[in-house]
């Protein structure tokens, strides 16, 4: 095989990109360390190759990178960002810990592909391009054995960021929604991407940079067609542009969630990236390698989209509704006891509770059905919050069907709500769980 038994340290292997890399160089011999923040899930989302623990907002200087380049003949970096947040810094990721790596790698000998952005340039108008362009900037300066590659929209069997939110969009019922129809869109399959990777590892291609997009873009209404026919879904009776005010308000209200933890391919970097479209020179890479990548049609035809393509899709669309809901519903429950003290207290007065008791249940309870409502909002404890509001409606339904069993026959069903409640937890759950 071309890299056999070659070491090749990929950075953010768990990640969308980095995964599907980390497998397709392990497929061509090599053998492959995955550099990953959280072992837990690099252990899940790879169990068969080894972790390597490391976070890049805390590798700023070069010896920070010795222990990590032991033995190690190749670096690929698939890490990214798209925003800043509770758990991202697009300064330390994307450019004070390369340009550490590419100076330790520079010592080294040691070649880096960079898996960098088409539109990364240091005066865009996002700090996600901005500091993306540092970071291959600062690696050119290192003169280290060094392939950037900038691939196009990346279409892949999995789905992330701006491929999640075409097949979210594309699952919308009869309407399509679109913000920039008539941008022009240049896509790449996964397995290309992966393939360009492989050929510089191997060496096989002129070090330089290099955009990997088909050769022909299209309209986004296009590919956002095109990627609706590939999910099986009936093309869409007519289109909804959605105008720039419009998007700006999503944008902005996706910007406020991502400070509670939620990085949603609707933020404000994402979608300015988009209404300046995804356009690069095919040319210098089909020079290096003599051939042409795949369109978006072929693309497609050489992925399967299943049933549970089209379900997260159709799910992606209602899970801010079911996060809104649990959070309302929980909030409410908390709000109301509060509000309505006097009665939730004689309910339990009337079956024998002595008023203090009464008193401090419902209060204790009340704020802790806020607690849960708050709880779900924020991203890293959303999935835990969905067990625990499970555990505590199921605690509520047996203490009250042994203290207050009249309560079953109330003609508002207080204790009968709560097994839709319970259910729509336990549906969040899984929904929620990040890669």
């Not at 330790?104 to 901005?130: H, K, N, P, W, Y």
């Not at 393509?309 to 909030?331: D, E, G, I, K, Y």
Request: aromatic share 6%.
């Amino acid at each position: 095989m071309r890299i056999e038994n070659k070491n090749v340290l990929v950075l953010g292997a768990y990640g969308f990109i980095g995964a599907a890399v980390t497998r397709s160089l392990q497929a061509e011999g090599a053998h492959v360390a995955a550099f990953v923040r959280n072992l837990k899930t690099g252990a899940q989302v790879l169990p068969d190759v080894t972790q390597v623990q490391g976070d890049l907002r805390a590798c700023r200087q070069p010896k920070d990178w010795v222990a990590h380049l032991e033995h190690v003949d190749c670096v690929v970096n698939c890490a990214g960002a798209l925003q800043d947040g509770p758990a991202d810094d697009l300064e330390a990721v994307h450019h004070t810990a390369i340009a550490a790596l590419g100076q330790a790698c520079a010592q080294r000998g040691i070649a880096v592909v960079q898996i960098s952005a088409i539109g990364a340039d240091l005066d865009a108008e996002t700090d996600f391009m901005r500091t993306k362009a540092a970071g291959d900037a600062a690696l050119r300066a290192c003169d280290v054995p060094l392939w950037i590659i900038k691939p196009g929209l990346v279409i892949g069997q999995s789905d992330y960021g701006g491929t999640a939110l075409l097949r979210m969009l594309a699952a919308v019922p009869m309407v399509q929604p679109i913000a920039y129809p008539h941008v022009l869109v240049q896509c790449v399959g996964m397995s290309d991407l992966c393939r360009a990777v492989t050929a510089a590892v191997a060496d096989e291609v002129p070090q330089g940079t290099y955009d990997l997009v088909e050769d022909t873009p299209a309209p986004l209404s296009e590919v956002l067609a095109e990627t609706r026919r590939w999910m099986g879904f009936p093309a869409a009776r007519f289109t909804v542009r959605m105008p720039a005010v419009v998007t700006a308000i999503i944008a902005r209200g996706a910007d406020a969630l991502g400070h509670l933890g939620w990085r949603s391919p609707l933020r404000s970097n994402a979608m300015t990236v988009m209404g300046e479209g995804v356009v690069g020179d095919p040319e210098p890479y089909r020079a290096a390698t003599g051939r042409s990548l795949a369109p978006l049609p072929q693309v497609y035809a050489g992925l399967t989209c299943a049933r549970e393509h089209r379900l997260v899709a159709r799910m992606s669309l209602l899970m801010p509704l079911v996060v809104a809901a649990l959070s309302l519903f929980w909030l409410l429950s908390g709000l109301f006891g509060l509000i309505g003290l006097p009665k939730a207290t004689s309910v339990l007065t009337v079956a024998g509770w002595s008023t203090g008791m009464a008193v401090a249940s419902v209060l204790f309870w009340s704020l802790v059905d806020i607690f849960l409502g708050l709880a779900i909002l924020w991203r890293p404890w959303a999935a835990r919050a969905c067990l625990a509001q499970v555990a505590v409606a199921l605690f509520y339904l047996l203490a009250a069907s042994f203290t207050v069993p009249d309560l079953w026959l109330d003609p508002l069903g207080p204790l009968i709500k709560i097994l839709p409640a319970m259910t729509l937890s336990l549906i969040a759950w899984p929904l929620l769980q990040s890669r």
